[in-house]
C-alpha cells in the first residue's frame, strides 16, 4: 500500500497527558500537511511542511502541539498536557508538485 | 471566517438522478479546487480537482464546474448510485493549504 499512513488510529488518553501521532506520506511527496476535524466541521489546517521545513503554522496550533518533519520524510505530531478540546480526528495529508493532496486514514483522539 | 462555505449540509437524490453539491468562496487568491468523499471513521479521499484556469474537469460521472466571476464551483455526479452516498467537502487553495467547507451529507436512494 502506497498510500499516507498514521498511527495510532484511535488513542485515548486522560487530560494533562502527552500524545505523539506519526504520519508517513506517500515516498515521492514533498509536501506534508496537518489537519484536525471535529464533528460537522471540515478539516482545519495546522501546519505545512516541505521537505523538513515547516513552513506555515495556525493560530490553531497553540503552544502545546508541534510538529516535526525530519529527514523530510515522515512527520510527528505531539499535544502537550492534553485537554478535551483536544479531541478530534487529527489528518495527515502529503502532496506531490503536480498533485492533488492525498489523505491518510486520520487519527482520532479521545481526551477524557 | 469561513472562506469556503458548503451551505447545504445535506441532498437526498434517487438512484440514477443527478446530483449536485455547491460550494461557494470568498477568497480570490484560491487558484486550485478539489472535491472530496468522507465516509464515516476514514480520512478524505480526493475526488476530482479543477485549476483556476479552467472552467470544467470531468472523470467519468463526475462533473466540477467553476464560475469565478461568481465564486462557486459544484460538483455533478450522474448517474448517482448508491455507493455515492458519503459526506462530499469541497476545499480551495491558495498553493500553500487547502481550505475546506463544511461538508453535504450525500444519500443516493435505492
Known amino acids: 500500500d502506497t498510500g499516507v499512513s498514521q498511527d495510532p488510529r484511535h488513542k485515548i488518553t486522560k487530560r494533562g497527558q502527552n500524545v505523539t501521532f506519526r504520519c508517513d506520506p506517500i515516498?515521492?511527496?514533498?509536501?506534508l500537511y496537518w489537519y484536525r476535524q471535529t464533528l460537522g466541521q471540515g478539516p482545519e489546517f495546522l501546519t505545512y511542511?516541505?521537505?523538513?521545513?515547516?513552513?506555515?503554522k495556525s493560530r490553531l496550533l497553540s503552544d502545546r502541539f508541534s510538529a516535526e518533519r525530519p529527514k523530510g520524510s515522515f512527520s510527528t505530531l505531539e499535544i502537550q498536557r492534553t485537554e478535551q478540546g483536544d479531541s478530534a480526528m487529527y489528518l495527515c495529508a502529503s502532496q506531490g508538485d503536480a498533485t492533488s493532496g492525498f489523505f491518510g486514514p486520520g487519527t482520532r483522539l479521545t481526551v477524557l | 471566517d469561513q472562506q469556503v462555505k458548503q451551505n447545504s449540509p445535506s441532498l437526498s437524490v434517487q438512484e440514477g438522478r443527478i446530483s449536485i453539491l455547491n460550494c461557494d468562496y470568498t477568497?480570490?487568491?484560491?487558484?486550485?479546487f478539489l472535491w472530496y468523499k468522507k465516509y464515516p471513521a476514514e480520512g478524505p479521499t480526493f475526488l476530482i480537482s479543477?485549476?483556476?484556469?479552467?472552467d470544467k474537469n470531468e472523470d467519468g460521472r463526475f462533473t466540477v464546474f467553476l464560475n469565478k466571476s461568481a465564486k462557486h464551483l459544484s460538483l455533478h455526479i450522474v448517474p448517482s448510485q448508491p455507493g455515492d452516498s458519503a459526506v462530499y467537502f469541497c476545499?480551495?487553495?491558495?498553493?500553500?493549504?487547502?481550505?475546506f467547507g463544511t461538508g453535504t451529507s450525500l444519500t443516493v436512494i435505492p
Open positions: 511542511f516541505q521537505n523538513e521545513a515547516q513552513l506555515e
Open positions: 477568497n480570490s487568491m484560491f487558484d486550485y
Open positions: 515516498s515521492e511527496h514533498n509536501r
Open positions: 476545499a480551495a487553495s491558495p498553493g500553500n493549504q487547502f481550505y
Open positions: 479543477i485549476s483556476s484556469i479552467k
